[in-house]
């Protein structure tokens, strides 16, 4: 796997962070968990299956500790406060909660009478529209949800197999072993949605195969650039390339259309899970 995703350890996702309800933001509660350097596509069903050992611990999923995760699905409820706005969002194997904290400094310009949600400020949420979620797993009242870093539009649909495809691969490598290990018995890919792990690696080679040139380079620098869990920016990219932003924008668009790479923070932010 990639160095910036291979240790799922670390702390972070324990039921610290605000509660359901509340209306001061917790020391912490904004970033603490991002610094954690792990970042895991995953389900709802993932979300809601994950176990946590003792109080406070690092929740997990596979047996693998998760401080962030990154899932996508459909709006079902929107239920904005002054301080926070909660999310219902269902992928179609489950339901959860999503809490983004409203930052007081651009709170002033989010218009929230059209029937949307301000999502973080930059970006507009709509009630069935469908959205990618980037946060860490809590827990209150034996109750679990999401604290999320960021919540925004899936104006792609496209993405959602894209996702549900890494959230499978990731789920096979922990399970079953990286590819060239012991193959299942039946030799097939299990409950894979579209085959295992060592299929999904085949064919993201053969993918970027095909594709050209300034794709290439942009998914050997996500692959080799010392990043945080969020990726690289279109514009950190397209500088270290040298190259405008214009042709970046092109290759990244080939690199997502494939489901080689996927946005983080936002559309033109991107990172890679490799196998």
């Given amino acids: 796997m990639d160095g910036n995703y291979s240790s799922y350890g670390g702390g972070g996702g324990g ?42 611990a690092p929740f997990q999923v596979d047996s693998a500790d998760v ?10 409820n929107i239920s904005s406060q002054s301080t926070n706005v909660t999310y219902k969002i269902d992928d179609g194997t489950g339901e959860i909660e999503v809490k983004k904290w409203v930052d007081s400094t651009t709170a002033d310009n989010m218009d929230t009478d059209d029937g949307k949600a301000p999502g973080d400020g930059k970006s507009e949420l709509e ?4 959205a990618r979620v980037f ?6 009242g034996n109750k679990r949800y999401i604290g999320a870093h960021s919540v925004r539009p899936l104006t792609n649909l496209d993405e959602l197999n894209c996702h549900f495809l890494e959230a499978t691969a990731v789920h096979l490598f922990f399970t079953r072993g ?5 193959a299942p018995e039946n030799g097939a890919g299990g409950d894979a949605v579209m085959g295992g792990a060592e299929e ?9 195969a095909s594709m050209s040139p300034v794709a290439k380079k942009i998914y050997n620098l ?11 920016h279109l514009q950190v990219i397209a500088s270290k390339l040298n190259m405008p932003a214009t042709e970046v924008s092109k290759g990244g668009d080939e690199l997502l259309g494939a489901g080689v790479i996927f946005s983080t923070m936002d559309e033109q932010t991107w990172a890679i899970l490799e196998y």
Avoid at 71 to 76: A, C, K, P, S
């Fill in 15 to 56: 039921g610290g962070g605000f509660m359901p309800g509340e209306t001061n933001s917790p020391a912490g509660g904004k970033t603490g968990d991002r610094d954690n350097k792990t970042l895991r596509p995953v389900t709802v069903k993932q979300i809601l299956d994950a176990s946590q050992p003792y109080p406070e």
């Fill in 67 to 76: 401080a962030n995760v990154l899932f996508m699905g459909q709006v079902r």
């Fill in 127 to 130: 009630l069935n529209g469908y």
């Fill in 135 to 140: 946060g860490s797993i809590k827990s209150f």
């Fill in 178 to 182: 990286p590819p060239g290990g012991a």
């Fill in 200 to 208: 999904y690696g085949t064919g993201q080679n053969k993918a970027l």
């Fill in 222 to 232: 996500l692959k080799t650039e010392p990043q945080d869990d969020t990726g690289l």
